[in-house]
């Protein structure tokens, strides 16, 4: 499933691409990075800093649950990691709130869209609500496939082992061994199953937003909108990794999988910068259909991030046996969630 989700992605980030060079459309509309402050052998300075900057903080967030198992206190299950996860999952879901969300209404409510239809249809929520549904359906679906896939593999390897022990046993299967290993699934294979598609799915959703960030980062030739920009962004990739790396934790993936995913996460952002700085003679941020483009792409995202903090994170711990089970527990990460959602929130001032 990761290399199909990664896939997709790719499909994303050339997606991009041919919005960038259709972008050379010769449509004036106001660009964004005109003004007082246009500057671009200052802005390229900061663009070149904050590709590096975003890279080490991206990894640093992603990395840091990884070696919490060397901290007995921040280890998955502890009362430290639930209150951690908590706040990271506040911060994603700030970020298709407050941030994805809001992009997506500016570029497709634009003046520089034509009336009809972009002002006459609110496309954003539309497109995000079908992205979440979209993401419940993959969701539904690869849990499905693989707790198929697991019961087939465990019906073999215990149908062998119980014919080399029973060599005159005529049948050493039936329905009966079928229906008690799917039941074995429901415990702790099921939970590891559930906790690695999560992982995948909002590691797509997270791709795609950072892909559009640096893009637009890269592109601008403002150093008035870029500094502030830094460290929001900064702080963002921290506590997003943050919460995308106990997803990966807890998905108990091999060490090639963990860097697959850390590195994906890590480079799309600078990615998307190096892509913007590249392609900034032609980029027009105020082209329709550059608007238009990336305008649905943060919807979609926006659904994907809301869905999943939402469902895959708050409400799967918080609706779980450990926090229903601990009062206090369950408030101290409620407050969590409503730091990491606030100090998020507060991050749209300048980004």
Not at 213 to 230: H, K, V
Request: charged share 15%; glycine share 8%; hydrophobic share 50%.
């Amino acid at each position: 499933m990761a290399a199909k989700l990664y896939a997709l992605a790719v499909i994303l980030l050339l997606i991009s691409i041919a919005v960038n060079a259709a972008a050379e459309e010769p449509q004036q509309c106001g660009s964004k990075s005109k003004g007082q402050c246009h500057d671009k052998s200052k802005a390229l300075i900061l663009k070149i800093i904050a590709l590096f900057a975003i890279l080490v903080t991206s990894m640093i967030g992603v990395c840091l649950p990884m070696f919490s198992r060397k901290v007995s206190a921040l280890q998955p299950g502890k009362n430290m990691f639930v209150i951690v996860k908590a706040f990271a999952s506040g911060v994603i879901l700030a970020t298709g709130f407050m941030h994805v969300l809001p992009d997506s209404f500016d570029c497709l409510t634009s003046e520089c869209l034509p009336e009809h239809p972009w002002s006459k249809f609110p496309f954003t929520t539309f497109v995000a609500m079908l992205s979440a549904v979209l993401t419940l359906m993959v969701d539904s679906f690869s849990m499905s496939h693989y707790r198929k896939y697991l019961v087939r593999g465990a019906a073999r390897g215990e149908d062998e082992e119980n014919a080399k022990n029973s060599s005159s046993q005529i049948e050493p299967f039936g329905h009966g061994h079928d229906i008690k290993t799917e039941e074995g699934l429901d415990d702790k294979d099921s939970q590891l199953l559930r906790y690695r598609v999560v992982a995948q799915v909002l590691e797509l959703g997270i791709v795609v937003h950072s892909v559009v960030i640096g893009l637009s980062m890269g592109a601008s030739d403002n150093p008035c909108t870029i500094r502030p920009l830094i460290a929001a962004l900064c702080f963002h990739q921290l506590f997003e990794g943050m919460g995308l790396g106990g997803c990966i934790l807890q998905a108990e993936y091999g060490m090639k999988m963990k860097a697959t995913m850390v590195f994906f996460f890590s480079a799309t952002t600078p990615f998307g910068i190096a892509l913007g700085i590249a392609l900034s003679h032609i980029y027009s941020d105020n082209s329709p259909t550059a608007l238009i483009v990336v305008g649905l792409l943060n919807a979609a995202s926006a659904g994907l991030l809301n869905y999943m903090a939402l469902v895959d994170l708050l409400a799967a711990d918080f609706m779980g046996t450990k926090l229903q089970a601990n009062v206090k527990l369950q408030m101290l990460s409620y407050i969590a969630v409503l730091f990491g959602a606030g100090g998020m929130s507060v991050m749209a001032i300048w980004a």
